[in-house]
């Protein structure tokens, strides 16, 4: 089992920025991969970023050039910068863990709200 906590949501105005962080019980380096998802009123849960125990990255479309994921692996840490934030982004944020037997783990989510 692996418990995640995720923090730094909240209310931000257009065009601003948050740092959402996911804190593992467990240490990052037994992960396959750690992300972060989002989900909207009404919609399905989308993947945001992820990177991957080599470092690799992949980013949605909709969020390249304006957010980063990063890892601490001595805080045992995954990070989500979010730059020029837009109403679109409002979402709950998830923290993904992915482990090599096909295991995922997934936070309880921090909201974030991009509205003026």
């Known amino acids: 089992q692996v418990q995640l906590v995720e923090s730094g949501g909240g209310l931000v105005q257009p065009g601003g920025s948050l740092r959402l962080s996911c804190a593992a019980s467990?240490?990052?380096?037994?992960?396959?991969?750690l992300g972060w998802h989002r989900q909207a009123p009404g919609k399905q849960r989308e993947l945001v970023a992820v990177?991957?125990?080599?470092?690799?990255?992949n980013y949605a479309d909709s969020v390249k050039g304006r957010f980063t994921i990063s890892r601490d692996n001595a805080k045992n840490t995954v990070y989500l910068q979010m730059n020029t934030l837009k109403p679109e982004d409002t979402a709950v944020y998830y923290c993904?863990?992915?482990?090599?037997?096909?295991?995922?783990?997934w936070g309880q989510g921090t909201q974030v709200t991009v509205s003026s």
């Open positions: 993904l863990w992915r482990g090599w037997s096909a295991d995922d783990y």
């Open positions: 990177i991957s125990y080599s470092g690799t990255t």
């Open positions: 467990r240490s990052i380096f037994l992960s396959r991969a």
